[in-house]
C-alpha cells in the first residue's frame, strides 16, 4: 500500500497538573496556540480537526465541538475519539491518515482531559468502569490501578522483583519530571519515600502511580508536499502500529506482558524499518506508557528493549536514563508529568517532536545521533495500544 | 462496622455543599475557590445520577445457574471454543450454536490484588481482594477472593462458589482458597 508521507510541523503540551484555573477550551488553548506558533501557519490551512478526550468526569460532552468553536477551526470538519489512554495517539494516527490518503495536507491532532471537575472518587470509578463493566467492574469493583496490579502481582512473582524495584521507576520520572517546567510532580524522590507511601491496590503504592491530570497537547500534521512547498521544519512519522487487547482480563493468557502492545510494535516496527531484534540500535529517545510502575518495565521487554524479566535491569543499569543507551520518559512520563488521559498521546509526540528537534535543551535533551524517537501509549490495561515512530528523516538508516 | 470511604467522601461532600450555601447566600453565586489552586470554580447547580439496566436475555442460563450454586460458560458446537463470559455466538468462527457447559469448581491463582482504594460505588467495603485463576478448561475467571490475601500466593489453588453479595443481597460467584 503506498501512501503520502506525513510530517509534524508543529507540536506542544500545556501545563499540565491541578489546571482549575482554566477551563476545557482555555487550557486546549494553551497548547494549540503554541503548536500553530511553531507550525507558522495560518489556522484556516487546517483542515481538520480530531480531538481526543475521554470525559465523563467533565462537563463538556461534546468537546470536538467546543475546542473547534474556541480554537476558531470551525466550520471545517472534526471529530472525537476515544482509545482509552491511548486516545491521543489514536488522534494522531486518524490525522496522519486523513492526509496520507489525500484527503487534506494540514490536519490537527488535539488532545485535552479535565479530570478535576470531578471528585478523585468518582474519577477512580470512571476509570475502573474502563475495562469491561458487566463482568469486571459491576460485581468486582475494579480499579485502574487494580487492574495494573494484577500485572504487577504476576510479574514480581514470576521474576522475583520486589516492590522497592518498582520504585526504582519513579524515582528516574520524579527526577526528570523536576527538569520539566510542565510537569504536574516537580519534585524528586527515593525510594524510601516511594515505599512509605500508602497502598492504592496492593502491590501499588500511590506513588507507583500516576496522578489524575488536567492537561492539553496539540500536534498539528501536513503532507511532504505541503511541508516541501513551504520549507516547513518537520519531523516525519515512519509508522504507528495499533492493536486492541481483550476487554475482559480474565480472556488475558498472560499478565508479565500486553499483547496489545506487542502486537502494535511489531507493526510500527515493520512499517518504520526497525529492526525488532535490535531497537535500541535504531532509536535515540523514547516516550513509554508508565501508568504504574510496572507498565514501565512491561513496556521496555514488549517493545524489544529488554529481554522478558530484564526491564528492571535495563532500568537499573542506568540505560534508561538520559546517559544510556536508550532514555526513557525523559519528560518525566506519565508518572510524574501527569496523566491528562486523553492528551497523554499527543504530549508524548509532542516531547519527542522537540527532542529531536533538539529543542527541549537543559539537563533533559537527549543526544539525537540516529534521528529517530518512539511514542509507546497504551489505552487501558493493554485495551488499546499505539506505538507511533517520528524521525528527522524519511527513512531509517541502515 | 469500621468505618469506610464512604464515609469520608460523604462527609467531604456534605462539609463542601453547605460551603456553597452559606456562599451562594451572601454572595449570590455559587463560585468557590479550588482547594488546591484557590481559582475560582462554579460549584454545579445541577447533578447527574446514571443506573444502567444491561440486556442479559441472552445468558440468563448463566444467572439462573447461580441460584443452583453452579458457574456456567458457554462453548461453541462448531469450533468448540469456551466463552466466559458466557456468549452465545462465537467470535472465533462465527457460528450460533453454542451448548452451556458447568466450569470445575477448582483452578490456579494467577494473580490477585486488594482494592485500597475503591470506587465511589465500592466506597462502603472494606478492602477487598481481585484474583484471576485458570481453571481446567483452559479458561480464566475473575473474582474475589475470600480470606486473608497475606495468605494468597500465585499458583495456590482456589475454589470457585456461589455466595450472595452482602449488602446488596445478590448471587455471585467468589474464590477462597484451598487449604
Not at chain 1, 473547534?68 to 491511548?86: D, I, Q
Not at chain 1, 498539528?220 to 515512519?238: F, N, V
Not at chain 1, 496489545?260 to 525488532?276: C, F, N, Q
Not at chain 2, 440468563?60 to 453452579?70: H, K, T, V, Y
Amino acid at each position: 500500500m503506498s501512501s503520502r508521507r506525513v510530517g509534524i510541523i508543529g507540536a506542544a503540551y500545556s501545563k499540565f497538573g491541578d489546571r482549575q484555573d482554566v477551563n476545557l477550551a482555555e487550557l486546549t488553548w494553551e497548547a494549540f496556540r503554541e503548536a500553530l506558533q511553531e507550525a507558522s501557519i495560518d489556522k484556516d490551512e487546517i483542515e481538520f480537526t480530531v480531538v481526543s478526550n475521554v470525559g465523563a468526569w467533565s462537563s463538556e460532552p461534546l468537546p470536538a465541538v467546543v475546542v473547534s468553536e474556541a480554537m476558531g477551526l470551525r466550520p471545517k470538519g472534526s471529530v472525537r475519539v476515544e482509545a482509552a489512554c491511548a486516545s491521543g495517539s489514536a488522534a494522531v494516527k486518524l490525522a496522519h491518515d486523513i492526509i496520507a490518503a489525500g484527503q487534506a495536507e494540514v490536519a490537527t491532532a488535539i488532545g485535552v482531559e479535565k479530570m478535576k471537575e470531578s471528585p478523585t472518587p468518582l474519577v477512580v470509578e470512571f476509570i475502573g468502569r474502563a475495562g469491561n463493566y458487566m463482568w469486571e467492574f459491576e460485581n468486582f469493583g475494579l480499579t485502574f490501578p487494580g487492574y495494573y496490579a494484577l500485572y504487577a502481582t504476576a510479574y514480581m512473582a514470576k521474576y522475583g522483583v520486589k516492590e522497592e524495584d518498582l520504585c526504582e521507576v519513579a524515582v528516574k520520572n520524579h527526577y526528570y519530571a523536576a527538569r520539566n517546567e510542565r510537569a504536574q510532580f516537580r519534585n524528586e524522590i527515593n525510594v524510601e519515600r516511594c515505599m512509605r507511601s500508602p497502598y492504592i491496590a496492593w502491590p501499588l503504592k500511590l506513588y507507583d502511580c500516576s496522578p489524575i491530570t488536567d492537561g492539553a497537547a496539540a500536534v498539528i500534521l501536513a503532507s511532504e508536499d505541503y511541508i516541501r512547498k513551504h520549507g516547513r521544519e518537520a519531523t516525519w512519522i515512519l509508522g504507528i502500529g495499533s492493536a486492541t487487547g481483550t476487554s475482559n482480563m480474565s480472556k488475558r493468557q498472560d499478565f508479565t506482558s500486553l499483547d496489545a502492545s506487542v502486537v502494535a510494535t511489531r507493526s510500527a516496527y515493520s512499517k518504520a524499518g526497525i529492526d525488532p531484534g535490535n531497537p535500541v540500535k535504531s532509536i535515540d529517545v523514547a516516550e513509554v506508557h508508565d501508568c504504574f510502575t510496572i507498565a514501565e518495565i512491561l513496556a521496555y521487554e514488549d517493545l524489544g528493549f529488554a529481554k522478558r524479566g530484564e526491564g528492571l535491569k535495563l532500568l537499573k543499569e542506568g540505560e534508561t536514563y538520559k546517559e544510556g543507551s536508550i532514555p526513557v520518559n525523559l519528560s518525566g512520563g506519565l508518572k510524574a508529568k501527569g496523566h491528562p488521559i486523553g492528551a497523554t498521546g499527543q504530549s508524548m509526540i509532542a516531547e519527542l517532536h522537540h527532542q529531536l528537534l533538539g529543542k527541549v535543551g537543559g539537563e533533559r535533551q537527549a543526544d539525537i545521533r540516529r534521528g529517530v524517537a518512539l511514542a509507546h501509549n497504551v489505552g487501558g490495561t493493554g485495551h488499546y495500544a499505539y506505538v507511533t515512530v517520528l524521525s528527522l528523516h524519511k527513512e531509517v538508516e541502515a | 462496622m469500621n468505618k469506610t470511604q464512604r464515609d469520608e467522601i460523604e462527609a467531604a461532600l456534605k462539609q463542601a455543599e453547605a460551603f456553597v450555601k452559606e456562599v451562594k447566600g451572601s454572595v449570590g453565586l455559587p463560585i468557590v475557590p479550588d482547594a488546591k489552586t484557590g481559582a475560582a470554580t462554579w460549584y454545579d447547580q445541577r447533578e447527574l445520577r446514571l443506573k444502567y439496566t444491561v440486556s442479559v436475555e441472552k445468558t440468563r442460563r448463566f444467572f439462573e445457574g447461580l441460584a443452583d450454586g453452579r458457574i456456567m460458560a458457554t462453548r461453541c458446537r462448531r469450533c468448540g471454543e469456551l466463552y466466559f463470559p458466557p456468549q452465545d455466538f462465537c467470535s472465533r468462527c462465527g457460528s450460533e450454536d453454542v451448548e452451556w457447559i458447568e466450569l470445575s469448581d477448582v483452578g490456579q491463582l494467577l494473580t490477585f490484588t486488594v482494592i485500597n482504594v475503591k470506587p465511589m460505588s465500592f466506597s462502603h467495603y472494606q478492602d477487598y481482594t481481585v484474583g484471576i485463576a485458570r481453571m481446567p478448561e483452559g479458561i480464566n475467571v475473575l473474582a474475589w477472593v475470600d480470606g486473608d490475601p497475606k495468605k494468597l500466593r500465585v499458583g495456590m489453588k482456589v475454589k470457585l462458589k456461589v455466595v450472595r453479595r452482602q449488602p446488596e443481597n445478590y448471587l455471585i460467584y467468589e474464590f477462597e482458597p484451598v487449604e
